[in-house]
């Protein structure tokens, strides 16, 4: 069965620090991967994809995620965060087969930006 | 347009009564899925219902937990006997199977506790 790996379950940072929030999956054939992200007292939203092509995708709010086929890996990064990217984080991963859609979330990152 | 609404948005209940959370998708998405989101657990798969097909009840906890979608569109949840360890925040979301991006849109969440 397919699994996600999220290797820090709080982060506390400084404003303009670097941020990466790890992820690992356990499934070794063609999948498309995820993260979402949820503000405090707001729904959980994508904050960006990969599907396929170009591995470095680029998301909102200047977050980045690069795809590493061989480590099995979709790390966040973000060159300098803000108070406001305070926020659970949560990889996903679901397996590229056609309609079937299930996804596996990890078990959230909490970030906390101190001003 | 509108997105994915959950109802109720909180429900208390007593430890071995029955109860019922309801969930509308964002009209044409064929598919819906459930999850539960408990303090330290992270985001947990229940069921996963795909146009017509049979659904993926593999996350399922128990055999009090069912979950049915009429018409392709609305689901309800189904807790049965609520236990303590059923508090949560139950989530919903949908995605469209035409658009193959598999983006999921969540619903704000029935926060459900059992006394």
């Known amino acids: 069965a397919q699994s996600v790996s999220q290797h820090n379950h709080h982060v506390i940072l400084s404003e303009a620090a670097s941020l990466e929030l790890g992820c690992n999956y356990s499934?070794?054939?063609?999948?498309?991967l995820f993260w979402y992200v949820q503000y405090p007292g707001q729904h959980l939203q994508l904050l960006l994809k990969?599907?396929?092509?170009?591995?470095l995708v680029k998301g909102i709010k200047g977050f980045e995620a690069e795809f590493i086929k061989s480590k099995f890996s979709f790390n966040l990064r973000k060159p300098s965060v803000q108070w406001s990217d305070t926020a659970e984080y949560f990889c996903?991963?679901?397996?590229?087969?056609?309609?079937?859609?299930?996804?596996?979330f990890g078990i959230g990152t909490k970030l906390q930006v101190i001003p | 347009g509108a997105g994915v609404s959950q109802s109720p948005s909180n429900k208390v209940t007593e430890k071995g009564k029955d109860v019922e959370l309801r969930c509308d998708p964002i009209?044409?998405?064929?598919?819906l899925y459930w999850y539960r989101q408990s303090l330290g657990q992270g985001l947990e798969f229940l069921i996963y219902?795909?146009?017509?097909?049979?659904?993926?009840k593999s996350g399922l906890p128990s055999d009090r937990f069912s979950a049915e979608r009429t018409g392709g569109s609305v689901s309800t949840l189904t807790i049965q006997r609520t236990q303590q360890e059923d508090s949560a925040v139950y989530l919903c979301?949908?995605?469209?199977?035409?658009?193959?991006?598999?983006?999921?849109?969540f619903g704000p969440g029935t926060r459900l506790t059992v006394t």
């Open positions: 979301a949908s995605s469209s199977h035409g658009t193959a991006t598999y983006e999921q849109y």
């Open positions: 499934y070794g054939g063609t999948v498309n």
């Open positions: 990969y599907f396929s092509g170009d591995p």
């Open positions: 996903a991963v679901n397996l590229n087969s056609g309609g079937y859609q299930k996804v596996t």
């Open positions: 009209s044409g998405h064929t598919a």
């Open positions: 219902f795909q146009g017509n097909s049979a659904p993926d």
